[in-house]
């Protein structure tokens, strides 16, 4: 019967229950943290640009005091000084890297857990020999991928527990019960995972790719009304299309049409797996689904890391 007292508590609704080694979730917060600094300067630096075109879209009015004006060109210069400032940041520190090196790296050892639990091929072993060769793959792949620039985003454990209790309780418990356990635990939660995803990603993009057409409508009919002589004759089209450009940029940032697709796809293959898995299948059959399985679950990881860095 399988043992599995340790979970997580989740701090989000798409953090999975059941707590990973000691180094899966340490490079988990390091891609959270990378990711989250990576899309604030993207977003501060479109909040700038937006303010900017607003700033500008009223023309000087010789009524006004000059000092309105001078206001209004300081702003200006001091904006656009700090969209550069986060430009250079975003180039040197370079959390993109560190967001995907180091979800390339939390992603590629959770699935030499499950291997391990499994004891595919060099996991073949008694338990103590099974994880010192678990540890050293884990070693080797932290020498393969360089996030030493990125490790204080995080917070080493204070306790040594690269190999999860429910590995270890469950090392050597039958077959039948560690596909029930992998059913439950990785496999219908990776599949509801990838579909809350999926489904998230689908109604952002539909509903930034409104806003957008939205925000070049607004413009344009704005603009016709200055030509007819309606409203005051301000750069309505130019501050609009800024808008709609920001809006496209961020939904472009954020990845919405990408993931959306490659989540849906990935869940579909996992349905799959999910349905050989139940079959009455040998052991080194059973093996061998859940290596094919770990490779669809890290390929979407594997497949952007080496897009952005070969």
């Known amino acids: 019967m399988i043992k599995h007292q340790i979970f997580k508590k989740r701090k989000v609704d798409f953090d999975r229950d059941l707590k990973g080694p000691d180094t899966y979730e340490f490079f988990n917060e390091i891609s959270k943290e990378c990711q989250r600094m990576y899309i604030g300067l993207m977003k501060w630096q479109l909040y700038l640009l937006v303010l900017i075109a607003v700033i500008s879209l009223f023309p000087l009015v010789e009524q006004w005091p000059k000092w309105i004006e001078q206001v209004k060109q300081v702003t200006l210069i001091v904006s656009l000084l700090v969209v550069l400032l986060l430009m250079i940041i975003q180039y040197s520190k370079n959390y993109m890297e560190g967001w995907q090196k180091s979800r390339f790296l939390a992603e590629s050892i959770l699935s030499n857990t499950w291997l391990l639990f499994f004891k595919h091929e060099k996991y073949d072993l008694p338990f103590n020999e099974a994880?010192?060769?678990?540890?050293?793959?884990?070693?080797?792949?932290?020498?393969?991928?360089?996030?030493?620039?990125?490790?204080?985003?995080?917070?080493?454990?204070?306790?040594?527990?690269d190999v999860p209790i429910?590995?270890?309780?469950?090392?050597?418990?039958?077959?039948?019960?560690?596909?029930?356990?992998?059913?439950?635990?990785?496999?219908?939660?990776?599949?509801?995972?990838?579909?809350?995803?999926?489904?998230?990603?689908?109604?952002?993009?539909?509903?930034?790719?409104?806003?957008?057409?939205?925000?070049?409508?607004?413009?344009?009919?704005?603009?016709?009304?200055?030509?007819?002589?309606?409203?005051?004759?301000?750069?309505?089209?130019?501050?609009?299309?800024?808008?709609?450009?920001?809006?496209?940029?961020?939904?472009?940032?954020?990845?919405?049409?990408?993931?959306?697709?490659?989540?849906?796809?990935?869940?579909?293959?996992?349905?799959?797996?999910?349905?050989?898995?139940?079959?009455?299948?040998?052991?080194?059959?059973?093996?061998?689904?859940?290596?094919?399985?770990?490779?669809?679950?890290?390929?979407?990881?594997?497949?952007?890391?080496?897009?952005?860095?070969?």
Do not use: C
């Open 131 to 161: 994880i010192e060769t678990f540890h050293k793959r884990i070693k080797e792949m932290k020498d393969e991928i360089d996030v030493k620039q990125f490790l204080s985003f995080a917070k080493k454990p204070n306790k040594d527990h």
């Open 166 to 310: 429910w590995v270890k309780e469950n090392f050597d418990v039958s077959m039948s019960d560690k596909k029930e356990f992998y059913l439950k635990y990785r496999l219908r939660d990776q599949i509801n995972w990838y579909y809350k995803k999926a489904s998230y990603n689908k109604q952002n993009s539909t509903y930034y790719f409104i806003g957008a057409l939205i925000a070049m409508g607004i413009g344009l009919v704005l603009t016709i009304f200055v030509i007819i002589n309606w409203i005051p004759n301000l750069s309505y089209l130019s501050f609009f299309t800024t808008v709609a450009a920001s809006i496209f940029s961020w939904k472009q940032t954020k990845r919405f049409d990408e993931l959306k697709t490659t989540y849906s796809v990935s869940s579909d293959e996992l349905d799959d797996f999910k349905k050989t898995l139940l079959l009455d299948k040998a052991e080194d059959e059973v093996k061998e689904i859940i290596f094919d399985t770990e490779k669809t679950i890290s390929r979407e990881h594997k497949l952007w890391f080496s897009k952005i860095f070969e």
